[in-house]
């Protein structure tokens, strides 16, 4: 597979040999499966009677009628919808445990503790947990046993060899989360690349080409905190259907009365350089949006996201980037556009 030279941007690959490292990696995402322990995240264990009501309130998934077993993508909001952090909340019968970027909990703690009353709700970092990320189509047959990988529907998990297995589709592709003690990690791993000589270890740089070829935005690198949920597309972490929570009203408004003036958009850029991180995009003149990500994809090419004005959103209309660049909007995945 041809790889796109890319030396000039930051974590791209550098020789011909980490090109060529890069794309059987892909490729093993793509057709097989491709395994990372993702540092970044943590788990941190919600205890107490009232921690489903709570929580219930304080985000956009529907916990209260979640049962033990769902993995609940969910987000925390200001009043107004924007959005503060993302995260995936894995229901137990006894605790609540949210699966949750490192920086994202310390601000999402504080959020949540100046709105704790009377409430019984105990958090506790369960430092002890690491999460597996297994990407690809056969990251079900990767990372348990057949018969879990013939019933394990989506967005649920099970408990297996002590650790807890979710159908996860974190980044928008077939995938597993594996919650697993943190002294196993390293067995873990080396067994489930042993399940198949055409596995392989991923790195963070393959999994954002990953994540931006399916429009799955990231917090913070695609948001800003007046970034409303709708925008970023993060509709499968909002539930349409529950009652009461924060930032619920600004959600209904912009929902049922179709007010959303920007959202999120591929871009196909014109060449194979890919643009830094910030790069205006504008439309006859017009600053429209911004390049918040961009990778260079071997399937796609130079490709990337952006929050764009809705007089940008006609896919095909090309756009002008930075000062002599261009791109050709196109709606989200790139694999359906």
């Not at 009628?65 to 993995?71: E, L, Q």
């Not at 079900?140 to 019933?151: G, N, R, T, V």
């Not at 394990?152 to 980044?171: A, D, Q, T, V």
């Not at 006859?284 to 260079?296: L, M």
Request: charged share 20%; with cysteine.
């Amino acid at each position: 597979m041809a790889h796109l030279e890319t030396t000039d941007r930051p974590g791209a690959p550098a020789t011909a040999a980490d090109a060529a490292a890069f794309d059987s990696a892909y490729d093993a995402v793509i057709n097989a499966a491709g395994v990372l322990v993702l540092d970044r995240r943590i788990v941190v264990r919600v205890a107490g009677d009232d921690r489903a009501s709570f929580f219930h309130g304080m985000c956009t998934a529907d916990v209260k009628g979640a049962k033990p077993g769902s993995i609940l993508p969910a987000l925390f909001l200001t009043e107004h919808a924007h959005v503060i952090a993302d995260a995936f909340i894995w229901v137990t019968g006894d605790a609540l445990l949210l699966d949750i970027d490192s920086d994202a909990w310390t601000r999402t703690r504080a959020h949540l503790e100046r709105l704790l009353v009377a409430d019984d709700v105990e958090f506790e970092d369960a430092g002890e947990l690491a999460l597996i990320d297994v990407e690809g189509p056969a990251a079900l047959d990767a990372a348990c046993s057949a018969q879990a990988a013939a019933s394990l529907p989506p967005w649920r998990f099970i408990e297996e060899r002590k650790s807890l297995i979710g159908n996860l589709p974190r980044y928008g592709g077939p995938a597993v989360s594996v919650i697993a003690s943190r002294d196993s990690i390293d067995s873990t791993v080396a067994g489930i690349l042993a399940k198949a000589p055409y596995f392989r270890r991923v790195d963070s740089c393959l999994l954002e080409t990953i994540r931006v070829e399916n429009g799955i935005a990231l917090i913070g690198v695609d948001t800003i905190d007046k970034t409303i949920a709708l925008e970023a597309r993060l509709n499968r972490a909002i539930s349409f259907s529950k009652g009461c929570y924060l930032g619920q009203e600004t959600i209904e408004r912009a929902t049922a009365r179709g007010g959303l003036k920007k959202r999120m958009l591929g871009l196909k850029f014109s060449n194979a350089h890919v643009p830094p991180v910030g790069a205006v995009v504008s439309l006859a003149g017009t600053e429209v949006g911004r390049v918040t990500s961009a990778v260079c994809s071997p399937r796609f090419g130079a490709i990337g996201l952006a929050i764009l004005h809705h007089s940008a959103w006609t896919p095909g209309v090309e756009l002008k980037i930075g000062e002599d660049g261009a791109a050709i909007v196109t709606d989200l995945p790139f694999a359906q556009s």
